[in-house]
């Protein structure tokens, strides 16, 4: 495996994690309340949506110069 694939894989286990995080910060915040929760889901949903536009132009300037 190449460090190009490690790197995209690394990315999308990035964006699993933020969004699992961010999702369960949410459901924590719906349940038991706190502001710190819902901030913490917030920003996890964000890195999430920042992690995924980034695997997106990776996987695109990779394809162009046809490393992956």
Do not use: C, D
Not at 43 to 62: D, E, P, Q, R
Request: aromatic letters at 12%; charged letters at 10%; hydrophobic letters at 55%.
């Amino acid at each position: 495996m190449s460090i190009k694939a490690i790197h995209l894989l690394f990315i999308a286990a990035s964006i699993l994690l933020s969004v699992g995080v961010g999702l369960g910060s949410i459901f924590h915040f719906f349940r038991e309340g706190g502001i710190g929760s819902l901030a913490l889901g917030i920003v996890g949903l964000i890195s999430g949506f920042g992690l995924y536009t980034y695997g997106k132009s990776a996987l695109k300037k990779l394809r162009k110069f046809g490393l992956v």
